[in-house]
T-cell receptor, first 115, second 114 residues
Framework: NAGVTQTPKFRILKIGQSMTLQCTQDMNHNYMYWYRQDPGMGLKLIYY???????DKGEVPNGYNVSRSTTEDFPLRLELAAPSQTSVYFC??????????????FGSGTRLTVV | GESVGLHLPTLSVQEGDNSIINCAYS??????FIWYKQESGKGPQFIID?????DKRQGQRVTVLLNKTVKHLSLQIAATQPGDSAVYFC?????????????FGQGTRLTINP
């Protein structure tokens, strides 16, 4: 298993540009999440998904969009990049079943700079 | 509201000493707690977890204590080594409206002095 794979690892965007951060997991996890981490801070939840076709907002969803057409993929879209979106983005997945949560797996992150 | 916070943002200990990192949480609906270690430029690395029906769990050199009465979580690292230097986050798994999500605290930077 590759776990959670994020691409790209680094990206520089100009203000107003758009991009999609890719996230794929091969563990058949039902839940997937997008977090952002600003310098010296903890991770903030942007969006999450409880399964294919279902997404919901987290703590900081403004300026982002997501989709979950398959169990494996959970892309994060930035439509009009702003300097405030400069951050490190982490994708995560987890398996939640009858016995509760079985743990979270994180990707290695995408470092995004908006100039 | 939902919040997970830490009492100490930085902690310095001597190599070989034990360290304790504390965390306060506020959501009574949290059923699962996780400690993560994050090294510079890397993603969160799982250290140890504990479910809300337990008050203590031990791993290799690490112990997590959960006090639900005062909503407090701690991570104890025994015989610290230089490789333990990192930022440590506590996180709580919150179940709301049939869904679950992980909420992180700000983090504590642990520095091991030789």
């Amino acid at each position: 298993n590759a776990g959670v794979t994020q691409t790209p690892k680094f990206r520089i965007l100009k203000i107003g540009q758009s991009m999609t951060l890719q996230c794929t997991q091969d563990m058949n996890h039902n839940y997937m999440y997008w977090y952002r981490q600003d310098p010296g801070m903890g991770l903030k939840l942007i969006y999450y998904s409880v399964g294919a076709g279902i997404t919901d907002k987290g703590e900081v969803p403004n300026g982002y969009n997501v989709s979950r057409s398959t169990t494996e993929d959970f892309p994060l879209r930035l439509e009009l990049a702003a300097p405030s979106q400069t951050s490190v983005y982490f994708c995560a997945s987890s398996l939640y079943g009858d016995r509760g949560n079985y743990g979270y797996t994180f990707g290695s992150g995408t470092r995004l700079t908006v100039v | 509201g939902e919040s997970v916070g830490l009492h100490l943002p930085t902690l310095s200990v001597q190599e070989g000493d034990n360290s304790i990192i504390n965390c306060a949480y506020s959501n009574s609906a949290s059923d699962y707690f996780i400690w993560y270690k994050q090294e510079s430029g890397k993603g969160p690395q799982f250290i140890i977890d504990i479910r809300s029906n337990m008050d203590k769990r031990q791993g290799q050199r690490v112990t997590v204590l959960l006090n639900k009465t005062v909503k407090h979580l701690s991570l104890q690292i025994a015989a610290t080594q230089p490789g333990d230097s990192a930022v440590y986050f506590c996180a709580e798994n919150i179940r709301q409206q049939g869904a679950q999500k992980l909420v992180f605290g700000q983090g504590t930077r642990l520095t091991i002095n030789p």
